[in-house]
């Protein structure tokens, strides 16, 4: 695959976690003064040059030096919560390192036909239908659902490291508003949102995302 890089198109490698601190040594050696960026996800070097860390890895402090994240690592086993929520749809998982320890997916009827969600959609002409009530009724059990396994995470594993949230913005705000609440509040340092396109949450989304979440990148510049 190709990246952007100064001087036109550059090279892009792929690596997983557990190749992490092989290519951060080897990206050191290269550009010794590389610092961490102010958002704590890449090392940036010279002419264009970024190390992009896996999000399950160890994360730095802004503008740390390289040589200094190389010294922490490979970083202790965290555990980790992933959790995909759209409309309808849910998933989540624990995970203890790299061992599954639970997980949960679940679907509820809360869209509409032409494919909106009736949260979205509360305002109607007249009296409430029941398939509008139905609808919210069922968005509302699922938010009550997934607070309960995350509750249940909490109590049966401890409390993880790490959460990941695939959860739009204002399904969010729903979420730590919901009874029971979330084991978590908004401003809570664990939670990482998950910069990628999630597909409707099922098992296999979950895993596909999980996967992403340990691969980091390295973008070369052109030579």
């Not at 992009?52 to 980790?80: M, T």
């Not at 009530?133 to 997934?146: S, V």
């Not at 705000?173 to 990482?192: G, M, N």
Request: aromatic residues 8%.
């Amino acid at each position: 695959m190709t990246g952007g890089g100064a001087g036109g198109a550059g090279r892009a490698h792929r690596f997983g976690l557990a190749d992490l601190a092989e290519q951060v040594e080897a990206f050191r050696q290269r550009w010794p003064a590389a610092r961490a960026d102010r958002r704590g996800l890449a090392f940036a070097g010279a002419s264009g040059a970024r190390l992009r860390l896996p999000l399950l890895g160890p994360r730095p402090v802004a503008d740390e030096r390289l040589a200094d994240y190389a010294q922490r690592l490979p970083g202790p086993v965290e555990r980790s919560v992933v959790l995909l929520l759209q409309a309808g749809a849910m998933a989540i998982g624990y995970w203890d390192g790299d061992e599954l320890l639970h997980h949960k997916a679940s679907r509820r009827y809360v869209v509409r036909g032409h494919g909106k969600a009736q949260p979205l959609h509360r305002k109607t002409r007249g009296k409430s239908r029941y398939g509008a009530r139905l609808r919210l009724q069922n968005w509302k059990r699922l938010l009550a659902e997934t607070n309960a396994r995350l509750r249940d995470y909490w109590r049966d594993f401890g409390a993880p490291e790490r959460v990941f949230l695939a959860v739009p913005v204002r399904t969010l705000s729903e979420l730590l508003a919901a009874e029971p609440a979330p084991p978590f509040v908004r401003d809570d340092p664990r939670l990482q949102r998950v910069p990628m396109h999630v597909h409707r949450p099922d098992f296999a989304e979950l895993q596909r995302v999980r996967r992403w979440l340990g691969t980091g990148r390295l973008e070369l510049p052109a030579e």
